[in-house]
C-alpha cells in the first residue's frame, strides 16, 4: 500500500498481440481441470446460520393492519407503533396498488406492500426507541410519492437526522415517480430518535421504517487508507450509508436470502471489461470459524468473476485487470469491503493476485490460500478510500494478475461499499443536525454574496411597487382583498392560473347527481357539488365576499370538515368562456411550487365556473406595506423574506414548468400571505 507509485490504470483495450495454439490449448486445459478437480474434492455445506436482532422496530407507516413479507419479517401497523412517535397531527396516505413501472428491476414483488401507505408530517417529527443494547443498528428507509388530496409528496423537502448524525437533508423524491430505498449502519445509544424535519412552508413523509441491530462481528474497528496508508481506527464512531452491495458473477439476492436481510445486486452493470470475465459458481464452500454468514451469505462466496483464460491468452497483457466502476458522491470517504473465496484452484497457493482501488495498490501479491487458510474458505478484506482519491464522482475496483502467480488470474466475490459520514456528521452535505453550516469559510462568502445579491433585487422589486403604489388608479379601494388574485399568466396561447406546491390532482369523484363530472375521470381536481358550495358560502352571501375581479366574485367558504376555502366563482358577463376554464384546470393541475397557491377543486355543474382555491388567511401583500385596513406593517425581514419567495414562485413559473410561462401581472395584490406570513401567488 503506498502513494502515487503504485497506481496503475486497466488495459481494457487488448494489444495486436497472439500466441500459439498449442499455448492456447494448454492453459484452457488447466482451466477444464482446475474447474472439475475441485468441484469432486470440496465437502458438503454446513448448515445456515440465524440471526434475532436483539432490537427490532419494522414499522409499515400509515397501515392499519400488520404486513408479513416472504422472509418472514413482520412489520407492525401505524396504530401499534403510535407509542414511539411523537407528531402534531396524524396525517396518513394510502393507495391500493402501485404501478410496477416505479420499482427498479432488482426491487422484490413481495416488498410492494411497503410502498402503499405512508405517514405525513407538516411539522418537526419524531420517533424514539428504546435500545437494550446499544451500537451499531441497520436503519432503512422506503420512500414512495402516494396520492393525498391535501398533500403533494413529489414536492416534498425535508431532513432527517439522528441525535449526532444527519442522514438526509433537503431531501426530495421529485417527480421521477420511483420508489426509493435508504440504507444506513448507525450508532444507536439506549434512546434512539430519528427525526424528520420539513422545510419551511414544505412537509415531510415516509411509507417504512426499519430499526435492527447488527452482529458485532460484521463492522470492523479499522481499516488500511488507500492510497496514503496507515490505519483509520474508530470506524465504529461513524456513521455510514450503503452505496452499493454486489454479488459478483451470481443472481440478485434478496431479503430472504441473506439473515441480515440485505439485498445484493449483480456486478454486470458495473463491470467495465465484461470480455474478460467469466463468471464461476458451486454449490458448496468450506466453512471456517472466522467468519460467519453475518458477514455475507453463502451464495456470495459460492459465485465470483475471474479473469478468463481466453482474454489473456488473446493479448498476453501484462496489466488486464477485472475492472467495475460505480458511481458515488464526491467529499467523502468510503468503507470498502471485499469478498474472497477461491472456489477455482486445483490446489493451494496457485492463484496470487493484486488489489486496486482507484487505480492505487491496496493489496500485491494477495494469496487467498495462506489469507483465508484453505481453498473454498470465505475470506473479506475492509479499505477505507480517503475523500481526496475520490475523482470524477467514480470508485474503480480493479483485481489482476500479480508477478508472484503462475499462470494469470484473479477473482472477486462480492463488494460493498460505504459512504462514510463528514466532518459535519452528515451523509448528505455540510450541515450538521443543528442546522449550522460546516463548509469552508470561502463558500460561506459565496453564500452571504449571493443573499446581498437576493437582497439587492429584493430591494429593486420593492421600489418598483412603491413607483407602482403612486400610480394606482383613483378607484382601486372598489377591490377588495382577493379581488385579483391568480391573475391570468402567459403559456403558449392559453391563459390559466398558477397552483402550489400542495396537491391539486385530487381524487375525483361523482356528483350527487350520479353523473361524472367534466374531470372526474382525469384526476384533474376534487369535483365539487354545487349543493356543496351553497353550503359553504351560505347560499352565496354577500356578507361572505371577500374580493371581486374581471372573472367573478370571491367568496370565503368552510367545507365540511372545518377547512376555510376561497372560492371563486366566475359571472356570466366574464370574457372567460366554459372552454379557457376547462384549459385553465387543465393548466393548473401541471404546475406545483410550495409559493404558488394551491387550487383545491371546481364545480362545473349546471354550466357553473367555480375555482376553489385554499385560503389565505394574511390577504394580499399590498395590505400589509401601508398600514391599510388596520393590519399590521410588515417588518423588513419579513418584507425580504416575501419577496424572495414571490421570486422562487415565478422563477419556478419561467423554468420549472413544462412549458415557459410568463406572468402578466406580478404586483402586491397577486402575492398572498397565509397565517405565518408565507407568500404565494400569484
Known sequence: MGGGDHRRRPSLMPPNNSISSLSFLFIISIYLISNHAYAVSAPPPSPSASYEPSDNYLIDCGSSMETKLDDERVFMSDSESTTYLSTKQNIMASVDSIPSTVFSDHMFSSMTDLYKTARVFNDVSKYTFSISKPGKHWVRFYFYPLHHPLYDLKTSVFTVHTQKFVLLHDFSTGDDSKVVFKEYLVNAAQHFSLVFEPEKGSFAFINTVEIAAVPDEVFSYSAPVVPQGGT??????????????????????????????????????YNVF??????????????????????????????????TPEAYAQTMEPNLNLTWKVNVDAGYS???????????????????????????????????????????????????????????????????????????????NGLAIMKLSNFADSL??????????????????????????????????????????????????????????????????????????????????????????????Q?????????????????????????????????????????????KQGNQGSEQGIDEFNTKIQMLSKLRHRHLVSLIGFCDEESEMILVYEY???????????????????????????????????????????????????????????????????
Open 232 to 269: 483509520v481506527n474508530g470506524l465504529r464512531n461513524y456513521a455510514l450509508e450503503v452505496s452499493y452491495r454486489l454479488n459478483m458473477g451470481g443472481p440478485t439476492l434478496s431479503p430472504k436470502n441473506d439473515t441480515l436481510a440485505r439485498t445484493w445486486l449483480p456486478d454486470e452493470p
Open 274 to 307: 465484461p470480455q474478460g470475465a467469466q463468471a464461476v459458481k458451486v454449490t458448496f464452500i468450506r466453512p471456517d470459524k472466522r467468519i460467519t454468514r453475518f458477514i455475507a451469505p453463502d451464495s456470495v462466496y459460492e459465485t465470483a468473476q475471474r479473469m
Open 334 to 412: 468510503y468503507l470498502i469491503r471485499m469478498h474472497f473465496c477461491d472456489i477455482v484452484s486445483k490446489s493451494p497457493n496457485d492463484l496470487y493476485f493484486n488489489v486496486y482501488i482507484n487505480s492505487f495498490m491496496a493489496v500485491s501479491n494477495l494469496d487467498l490460500t495462506s489469507a483465508a487458510g484453505g481453498l473454498a474458505t470465505p475470506y473479506h478484506m475492509d479499505f477505507v478510500l480517503d475523500a481526496s482519491a475520490v475523482t470524477n464522482n467514480s470508485i474503480l475496483i480493479q483485481v489482476g494478475p500479480s508477478s508472484n502467480g503462475g499462470l494469470p488470474d484473479a477473482i472477486l
Open 428 to 521: 448528505d452535505g455540510l450541515y450538521a443536525v443543528d442546522g449550522s453550516y460546516k463548509g469552508k469559510p470561502v463558500k460561506l462568502k459565496v453564500v452571504a454574496i449571493a443573499g446581498l445579491c437576493m437582497a439587492f433585487f429584493a430591494m429593486f422589486f420593492l421600489g418598483i411597487v412603491c413607483i407602482r403604489w403612486r400610480k394606482r388608479p383613483c378607484d382601486w379601494q372598489k377591490q377588495t382583498s382577493f379581488s385579483s388574485w391568480l391573475l391570468p399568466i402567459h403559456g403558449g396561447n392559453s391563459n390559466f392560473l398558477s397552483i402550489s406546491r400542495k396537491s391539486s390532482i385530487f381524487g375525483s369523484r361523482k356528483s350527487k347527481s350520479g353523473h361524472p363530472s367534466l374531470y372526474a375521470t
Open 523 to 567: 384526476g384533474l381536481g376534487w369535483s365539487f357539488t354545487l349543493a356543496e358550495l351553497h353550503t359553504a358560502t351560505h347560499n352565496f352571501d354577500e356578507k361572505t365576499v371577500v374580493g371581486v375581479g374581471g372573472f367573478g366574485k370571491v367568496y370565503l367558504g368552510t367545507l365540511e370538515d372545518g377547512t376555510k376555502v376561497a372560492i
Open 616 to 682: 389565505m388567511e394574511n390577504g394580499p401583500l399590498r395590505d400589509h406595506l401601508y398600514g391599510s385596513n388596520d393590519k399590521p406593517t410588515l417588518s423588513w425581514k419579513q418584507r425580504l423574506d416575501i419577496c424572495i419567495g414571490a421570486a422562487r414562485g415565478l422563477h419556478y413559473l419561467h423554468t420549472g414548468a413544462a412549458q415557459g410561462i410568463i406572468h402578466r401581472d406580478a404586483k402586491t395584490t397577486n402575492i398572498l400571505l397565509d397565517d405565518n406570513f408565507f407568500s404565494q401567488g400569484f
